[in-house]
């Protein structure tokens, strides 16, 4: 267990509907990331926050966007959903901005029909 | 960040170590050697790091070569448990806009 949780689990919408992945990180962890993983894609950064600030982006797509809250939690949300968005979303988090030594939570798996 | 390369596969039998290879040619003097393993579909997992001196945890060994532009990740005693994707990654400590970038990586088999 790294004590990063991720929420839902599974998902399963349509196409054109909009969905919200919810991520808590290990206690006192600043620093969120999220990255997606499809079958041919292998595992994409998508964006980064610390201590609710935004401090890197990857390939994110517009229709995608993130935010960290307050109480450090982060929440992705994909809106206007197509095929190809059906993956598994991982969150991690790390204490500081400077260590590669990241804690993965187990993922949310979208998939869209 | 310097790209590695990494076989696609390897088999290893159950109790022997594996030795795990990772070419990174072109890594700079202030880039370390990450290594992550993914079991199935699961959320990768930190194994372990260096820069340029052998490093060895409760986990694995990594043995980088005096030129750095290679290492090894060993696992003592492989276990089917250790039956995974393993991710070798370069990437610079103090650099807190650069995020971990994930390759392909080798996908280990454990066989009994």
């Known amino acids: 267990d790294s004590g990063v949780t991720q929420t839902p689990k599974h998902l399963i919408t349509a196409t054109g509907q909009r969905v919200t992945l919810r991520c808590s990180p290990r206690?006192?962890?600043?620093?969120v990331y999220w990255y997606q993983q499809s079958l041919d894609q292998g595992l994409q950064f998508l964006i980064q926050?610390?201590?609710?600030?935004?401090?890197a982006k990857g390939n994110i797509l517009e229709r995608f966007s993130a935010q960290q809250f307050p109480d450090l939690h982060s929440e992705l949300n994909l809106s206007s959903l197509e095929l190809g968005d059906s993956a598994l979303y991982f969150c991690a988090s790390s204490p500081s901005l400077d260590t590669g030594e990241l804690f993965f939570g187990e993922g949310s798996r979208l998939t869209v029909l | 960040d310097a790209k590695t390369t990494q076989p696609p596969s390897m088999d290893c039998a159950e109790g022997r170590a594996a030795n795990l290879p990772c070419n990174h040619s072109?890594?700079?003097?202030?880039?370390?050697v990450y290594w992550y393993r993914q079991i199935h579909s699961q959320g990768p997992q930190y194994i372990i790091h260096?820069?340029?001196n052998n490093e060895t945890n409760e986990m694995a060994s990594l043995i980088i070569t005096e030129d750095r532009k290679s290492s090894t990740l060993i696992l003592p005693h492989a276990t089917l448990r250790d039956t995974a994707v393993y991710y070798c990654i370069v990437r610079v400590l103090n650099s807190g806009n650069t995020p971990l970038v994930f390759g392909k990586g080798t996908r280990l088999s454990v066989i009994a």
């Open positions: 926050y610390y201590n609710g600030e935004e401090r």
């Open positions: 072109t890594i700079s003097g202030n880039e370390y």
């Open positions: 206690s006192g962890d600043l620093s």
């Open positions: 260096g820069l340029k």
